[in-house]
């Protein structure tokens, strides 16, 4: 009958470790020898993984050419880090500019960056409310650039039935664009709304798996079947009745 426990201290079993029939017996853990090897191989970990630029700047006196090498590509693994972090975070706000400042900030934008601009009036209640939207979505989206400008500053005797309007731009050209209310999305427009929109010309990536409105669309064209089956049904039921 073999041991319920390999690793028990008795004859018989150093008998079968001899003959090789078991293995080793296991040495027990000491638990201040394993602190101690945590200890070695976190110390071997050089001092300026751990440091931001600014204290690697100060602290290079303290290193030998090896390690200054080392630093000099660490420095420049962490700078490039930095620079991509910078530029996806790069706008993350909804800024207002002018008309003069149209050319430099919408159509010369910098290069494969999408530009969001709304022109509006702030007398009429939807470009407010697209002006509160845009504004979350800035900030959820640092990566794209959001612009607002009142339409009179660039563009002369713009009709009030074209607001509010939006243009989505990149690399100098119109990729999208929504003019007057209906377009954008209606007086009740809900911000997940705007956000399908924009995402279907390409100018976000957005999180959302399916269009917002895709139900209230579906009962509107229920519905609007519907009515028509019933009117066919009438039309046809007035038809016989003449007939008799």
Same mark, same amino acid.
């Given at each position: *009958?073999?041991? &319920? ?9 150093? @008998? ?22 945590? !200890? ?10 751990? *440091?931001? !630029?600014?204290? #690697? ?13 080392? @630093? ?6 962490? #700078? &490039?880090?930095?620079?991509? #972090? ?6 993350? =706000?909804?800024?207002? @500019? ?23 009036? %702030?007398?009429?209640?939807? /470009? ?5 939207? !845009? $504004? !979350? #979505? ?11 400008a009142i339409v009179n500053s660039c563009i002369q005797?713009?009709?009030?039935? /074209? ?11 119109? =990729? ?7 377009? /954008? ?8 709304? +705007?956000?399908?929109? +924009? ?16 139900? @209230?669309?579906?009962? *509107?064209?229920? %519905? ?11 039309? %046809? $039921? ?7």
């Amino acid at each position: *009958m073999w041991p &319920q426990d390999p690793n028990e201290d008795t004859e018989w079993n150093e @008998i079968l470790r001899d003959f090789g029939i078991l293995p080793p017996k296991e040495e027990p853990k000491d638990e201040i020898e394993e602190m101690v090897l945590h !200890l070695q191989k976190e110390a071997m970990v050089k001092p300026y993984e751990k *440091m931001t !630029l600014a204290q #690697l700047k100060e602290a290079e006196d303290e290193f030998d050419d090896e390690d200054m090498r080392a @630093i000099e590509t660490y420095r420049e693994k962490r #700078l &490039q880090e930095w620079k991509a #972090l910078k530029k996806k975070q790069k706008f993350g =706000e909804l800024r207002e @500019i002018s008309g003069n400042q149209y050319v430099n900030e919408v159509t010369n934008a910098d290069k494969d960056v999408w530009v969001i601009i709304h022109l509006y009036r %702030s007398s009429i209640p939807t /470009c407010l409310l697209v002006n509160q939207h !845009l $504004s !979350l #979505l800035a900030r959820k989206f640092p990566e794209t650039k959001f612009v607002k400008a009142i339409v009179n500053s660039c563009i002369q005797h713009y009709h009030d039935n /074209c607001l509010p309007t939006i243009f989505v731009y990149k690399n100098g050209q119109i =990729e999208g664009k929504f003019i007057g209310i209906i377009e /954008c999305g209606g007086i009740n427009l809900k911000l997940e709304e +705007l956000e399908w929109k +924009l995402a279907e010309v390409g100018a976000i990536q957005t999180d959302l798996e399916e269009n917002p409105k895709k139900g @209230i669309v579906d009962v *509107m064209v229920s %519905s609007i079947r519907n009515t028509s089956i019933y009117d066919d049904t009438n039309n %046809s $039921s007035s038809d016989n009745d003449d007939t008799k």
